[in-house]
């Protein structure tokens, strides 16, 4: 079993940025790679971001890019969501999640989930 639990969600202005954390035990942390996703009111929980376990190698919604930055710290069992130039759009609860899967980008290839954190960007 992996336990996780975000952090970091707050209401922020157009513009501004956020960091959210991800702090996970259970087991071993660098084995599994980590995501995030989100779900807006009324929507479908969707895909934001993932990273390896090594680090060395991210992927990115469409809508983020160049906006968002996926990183980990396997040393302190940590994944980093950094948000910048945050749009209304971008509101929702925010989840982390670990999985062993090859693939990284649907809600199937992770194991386990996070409770969410709120992230509000009002318009």
């Known amino acids: 079993q992996v336990q996780l639990v975000e952090s970091g969600g707050r209401l922020v202005q157009a513009g501004g940025s956020l960091r959210l954390s991800c702090a996970a035990s259970?087991?071993?942390?660098?084995?599994?790679?980590m995501g995030w996703f989100r779900q807006a009111p009324g929507k479908e929980r969707e895909f934001v971001a993932a990273?390896?376990?090594?680090?060395?190698?991210?992927n990115y919604a469409e809508s983020v890019k160049g906006r968002f930055t996926i990183s980990r710290d396997n040393a302190k069992n940590t994944a980093y969501l950094q948000m910048n130039s945050l749009k209304p759009e971008d509101t929702a609860v925010y989840y982390c999640?670990?999985?062993?899967?090859?693939?990284?980008?649907?809600?199937?290839?992770?194991?386990?989930w996070g409770q969410g954190t709120q992230v509000t960007v009002p318009s």
């Open positions: 259970g087991r071993t942390f660098s084995d599994y790679t």
């Open positions: 999640a670990a999985g062993r899967s090859s693939s990284r980008g649907t809600m199937k290839d992770y194991d386990y």
């Open positions: 990273i390896t376990w090594s680090g060395l190698s991210t």
